[in-house]
């Protein structure tokens, strides 16, 4: 089937969306500029699907398709972190068209996204295509303080007991090579995130004054804790879409990496304990990470401190729980006056399988728009707005196809962020093949 073309401008248009600084901390007035700049913009997509404003910052359009059995959600938000001029070349919010790329704060993540998907449906309906299936745009304006929009949009799917097909948010990207080894470009598909949990170690002490201290200090237990965290990490497994993502790459590397690799992924057990010690990136993969952020407590240089404290950031690996983790912490602490406070948690996601119709279709349109590059499923760190679909919804996946380099993924909530012009009509070609396709 022909796709229709691109209608020109894409990148005037992208340009527009990023002057409008959709910033959590200036109020509502650019959400609202922006709201009605996506209707001055899209005027099929506002007169043809239905549009519902879900809380103040989430918007649900609907396109009804031929059927409603096997209704598709395409994700995305417009809101974006902050951005101050040091270090960028273009004013952060000047949406500069230059070099063949549209720059500024929101570009990648994830106003790019967001059009691509808009655009593709906008010109599907100037030719008069309906979609075999429901489709749903759901867009929200607070993904990056973790707000309620897509909260309250997941919960409308699962209270009208519309249980998607398939949702896609951002994630993953087409990177020209993902390892220094593998000198190919992949859609890096992300099947699952890590959970979070936040957790506050707090040992209490005597108080009284410095010059006579006890033998044992506050300050020595809570560092034996952490010491004995570092010592005990959790336990190390190679997750699926990693060995898959090893197979996705063998094909195309050198001889001298192909048995590496082989090695890697038959011999997972070794080898995620082998990388889990590594830390990074890497260990990261295999097993729940535990970074202590912050470090608290003491009210003068003279007095003993009365209590002291120690937050956790833990990233949790599929497998695990809120309670499993609590447990390690304290089997590992071995301490009963360390004090264990959970202060946020969010489970790790399921993970989507890599071998159904819906991850098929992801490829298939990876393969007309970004031909010779490998499809690779991947497990997420970084937490979606999707996540809050995966209890109800079987098929999720983060992935937004836009070309990104190393330099472009860097930029994500850094300086000079860009998406290349080239990326925008690919991406937009791709959300033309999926929606052509179910
Ligand atoms: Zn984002």
Redesign the pocket.
Same mark, same amino acid.
């Given at each position: 089937m022909p796709l229709s073309p691109a209608r020109p401008g894409s990148d005037e248009r992208l340009a527009r969306m990023v002057r409008v600084p959709t910033v959590a901390t200036k109020g509502d007035k650019p959400f609202d500029r922006f709201v009605a700049l996506l209707a001055a913009e899209y005027p099929l997509v506002h007169s043809r699907l239905t549009l519902e404003t879900v809380t103040d910052r989430g918007l649900l359009y609907h396109w009804k398709g031929e059927s409603d059995e096997r209704p598709v959600v395409l994700m995305a938000?417009y809101d974006v972190v902050p951005a101050v001029p040091d270090g960028w070349i273009d004013d952060p919010f000047s949406g500069a068209i230059r070099d063949g790329a549209v720059w500024g704060r929101g570009t990648l993540?994830?106003k790019g996204p967001l059009l691509v998907v808009i655009e593709a449906v906008e010109n599907l309906l100037a030719d008069g295509f309906v979609p075999a299936q429901d489709v749903y745009l759901s867009f929200g304006g607070n =993904?990056?303080t973790y707000g309620d929009a897509a909260v309250a949009i997941a919960g409308l799917f699962r209270e009208r007991g519309i249980a998607p097909w398939l949702v896609l948010d =951002?994630g993953g990207a087409v990177v020209d090579a993902p390892l220094s080894f593998v000198p190919v470009a992949s859609a890096m598909v992300g099947v699952g995130e890590k959970g979070i949990v936040t957790a506050r170690l707090t040992v209490a002490g005597t108080g009284g004054h410095a010059s006579a201290p006890p033998a044992s200090s506050t300050a020595g237990r809570l560092a034996r804790a952490l010491r004995r965290l570092e010592k005990n990490p959790f336990p190390a497994r190679m997750p699926r879409p990693f060995r898959q993502m090893i197979r996705a790459f063998e094909p195309h590397v050198s001889a001298r990496y192909r048995v590496p690799l082989i090695v890697l992924r038959t011999l997972r057990g070794p080898a995620a304990r082998i990388l889990a010690a590594r830390g990074g990136e890497p260990a990261a993969l295999m097993h729940t990470t535990i970074a202590v952020t912050m470090l608290a407590g003491g009210s003068a240089a003279n007095v003993l401190p009365s209590s002291l404290s120690a937050v956790l950031n833990i990233r949790v690996a599929q497998g695990e729980s809120t309670e499993s983790v609590v447990a390690t912490l304290r089997r590992a602490i071995r301490d009963e006056s360390v004090q264990i406070e959970v202060l946020e948690d969010s489970a790790p996601s399921p993970l989507s399988a890599t071998d159904n119709e819906q991850f098929g279709l992801i490829r298939a349109a990876v393969d007309a728009t970004y031909p010779g590059a490998i499809t690779a499923p991947y497990v997420m760190m970084a937490a979606?707005d999707s996540r809050h679909f995966h209890r109800f919804a079987p098929a999720v996946y983060r992935f937004s196809p836009l070309a990104m380099s190393a330099e472009q993924r860097a930029s994500?909530h850094g300086a000079n962020e860009f998406v290349t012009i080239d990326s925008l009509e690919r991406g937009e070609r791709f959300f033309q093949t999926l929606l052509r396709s179910l």
């Open positions: 938000h993540d994830d =993904e990056e =951002e979606t994500i």
